[in-house]
């Protein structure tokens, strides 16, 4: 049986109006959701805080369970949710694939948490036992974006959950079903018990009173830098934490040992999986001048080669744009760069939201698509005399999120990345990876640093309680 029933989309419980859910490659509408409202997120905060105080309390291999057979359900039901990952977000069916298989691993490593040690014996001046406890936080605000919308959601929500926390999740309306009704099904079908997962779609204004809630502690939020930012505003008003992964501009490094014939294929993958819409997308190709002209050339012959379309009904490379406001921002830089004089060596030009992979030569500091996220199909590449040069080049940008450099000599490839403030670093490798078992976060515009991954999800989701027990009641002088 299809583990989604549309006939659940539209909430009664909620009051902020029909949304259609449209496939970007058609404009075929796929179904209608009910979005929320402040008030509403405040009413599933308020009962989410009141699951969690039983759920906190469940033996540690209870939550573990849920959370695997949570991981079972998504590798059963891959087919169902596939389809909706390529129809929905503009998925190829192979990104589609890697989505539920990150989404099974999140929950295999969350079921790991439950059962991690959960403190410390301290030494104690006094005669006492004196202890640490991670204890859980109560309610988690997730807010997750279109772009990875199965993944990019459930790493918040599958470490929250394992570990005593119940979870309000605000998935972007756009992708509601792959990256927020889909988890409900899946959870309510592993037997998480009712009140602990809220997902509600939802605009700015839900997002909003989710920061604010007093009953939410704690805000997981994955998205633009300029969102991040009042974000993370708000939230310092508040005195909550917010874990903020936002957006990134990352370099890929050629440097001159490098094999030009390995290289192409992880260069064009790197700026043009998923159609750019990663915040880990290769954003600057920075070249040494010995490979310079030849890179440009292979590339856009590369570029040329793809084949872009409806993912759905056609094996192509590249799906759709999300939608027409983020294709004119992509067409908008690629055009202000080639008026600014980058060379226009592949791509530029597009058919409704099936935006051609490009290339851009000759950019530089005054490139608009050089200089700023482009969050589309977009290589820019520029030159490079030195191994400084590249650093300094590769470390001027206010972001710090994802690093590859290629070279045949791995000790100067690692030598070079110490030079470069970013979260990740990939030698040999381009920009965009990702695993359930590592940590994710940038530095700077970037985001506030690595909170997935084991030890980060512990600090992410918990809080550290210190406690003392003495056998009489201390005595004091007054």
């Known amino acids: 049986?299809?583990?989604?029933?549309?006939?659940?989309?539209?909430?009664?419980?909620?009051?902020?109006?029909?949304?259609?859910?449209?496939?970007?490659?058609?404009?075929?509408?796929?179904?209608?959701?009910?979005?929320?409202?402040?008030?509403?997120?405040?009413?599933?905060?308020?009962?989410?805080?009141?699951?969690?105080?039983?759920?906190?309390?469940?033996?540690?291999?209870?939550?573990?369970?849920?959370?695997?057979?949570?991981?079972?359900?998504?590798?059963?039901?891959?087919?169902?949710?596939?389809?909706?990952?390529?129809?929905?977000?503009?998925?190829?069916?192979?990104?589609?694939?890697?989505?539920?298989?990150?989404?099974?691993?999140?929950?295999?490593?969350?079921?790991?948490?439950?059962?991690?040690?959960?403190?410390?014996?301290?030494?104690?001046?006094?005669?006492?036992?004196?202890?640490?406890?991670?204890?859980?936080?109560?309610?988690?605000?997730?807010?997750?974006?279109?772009?990875?919308?199965?993944?990019?959601?459930?790493?918040?929500?599958?470490?929250?959950?394992?570990l005593g926390n119940a979870v309000v999740l605000k998935p972007d309306p756009r992708t509601a079903i792959c990256g927020g009704l889909s988890l409900a099904a899946v959870f309510a079908e592993a037997g998480l018990p009712e009140g602990l997962l809220h997902v509600l779609p939802g605009g700015p204004e839900a997002g909003q009173a989710l920061v604010a809630d007093p009953r939410v502690p704690v805000i997981s939020f994955t998205g633009s830098t300029a969102a991040g930012r009042a974000v993370g505003e708000a939230a310092g008003r508040h005195l909550k934490r917010a874990h903020l992964e936002l957006g990134g501009n990352s370099a890929l490094i050629v440097l001159e040992d490098a094999d030009l014939d390995a290289v192409i294929s992880t260069a064009a993958w790197g700026s043009f999986f998923h159609q750019g819409q990663i915040c880990m997308t290769t954003g600057r190709h920075l070249v040494h001048r010995s490979l310079y002209e030849e890179y440009v050339e292979r590339l856009a012959a590369k570029a040329d080669s793809l084949a872009?379309?409806?993912?759905?009904?056609?094996?192509?490379?590249?799906?759709?744009?999300?939608?027409?406001?983020?294709?004119?921002?992509?067409?908008?830089?690629?055009?202000?760069?080639?008026?600014?004089?980058?060379?226009?060596?592949?791509?530029?030009?597009?058919?409704?939201?099936?935006?051609?992979?490009?290339?851009?030569?000759?950019?530089?500091?005054?490139?608009?698509?050089?200089?700023?996220?482009?969050?589309?199909?977009?290589?820019?590449?520029?030159?490079?005399?030195?191994?400084?040069?590249?650093?300094?080049?590769?470390?001027?940008?206010?972001?710090?999120?994802?690093?590859?450099?290629?070279?045949?000599?791995t000790a100067r490839g690692l030598d070079l990345a110490e030079r470069i403030p970013t979260g990740i670093v990939h030698i040999n490798d381009q920009t965009v990876n990702d695993e359930a078992v590592a940590p994710f976060g940038g530095v700077a515009a970037s985001g506030t640093g690595a909170r997935f991954g084991g030890e980060a999800n512990l600090e992410a989701f918990t809080d550290v309680r210190w406690t003392t027990v003495r056998g009489d009641v201390a005595p004091y002088p007054f």
Request: glycine share 8%; hydrophobic share 45%; charged share 20%.
């Open 308 to 409: 872009v379309g409806d993912p759905h009904r056609a094996e192509v490379h590249l799906g759709p744009l999300i939608d027409s406001g983020q294709l004119n921002k992509v067409h908008g830089l690629v055009e202000a760069s080639t008026s600014r004089g980058a060379k226009l060596a592949a791509g530029g030009t597009h058919e409704q939201l099936f935006y051609r992979p490009t290339v851009l030569a000759g950019t530089d500091d005054d490139t608009p698509a050089y200089a700023e996220e482009v969050f589309g199909p977009v290589a820019p590449v520029r030159s490079f005399a030195t191994a400084d040069e590249a650093a300094a080049l590769a470390a001027a940008s206010s972001y710090g999120l994802s690093l590859g450099i290629v070279t045949r000599d």
């Open 1 to 162: 049986m299809p583990l989604l029933d549309p006939s659940t989309w539209q909430s009664p419980s909620l009051s902020g109006g029909e949304y259609a859910v449209t496939e970007p490659a058609t404009g075929d509408r796929l179904g209608t959701v009910t979005l929320a409202t402040a008030e509403d997120i405040g009413t599933a905060a308020a009962a989410a805080r009141a699951a969690q105080t039983e759920w906190a309390h469940v033996p540690h291999f209870v939550r573990a369970s849920v959370l695997r057979k949570a991981g079972d359900l998504f590798t059963e039901h891959a087919d169902e949710l596939r389809g909706w990952l390529v129809r929905e977000s503009g998925s190829i069916p192979g990104k589609a694939a890697f989505e539920l298989h990150v989404a099974a691993q999140e929950c295999y490593e969350a079921a790991a948490l439950a059962s991690r040690p959960a403190g410390q014996v301290l030494p104690s001046e006094a005669p006492r036992l004196s202890y640490t406890r991670r204890v859980p936080v109560g309610v988690v605000g997730v807010i997750a974006p279109f772009n990875a919308p199965l993944i990019l959601s459930i790493r918040s929500v599958a470490p929250a959950l394992a």
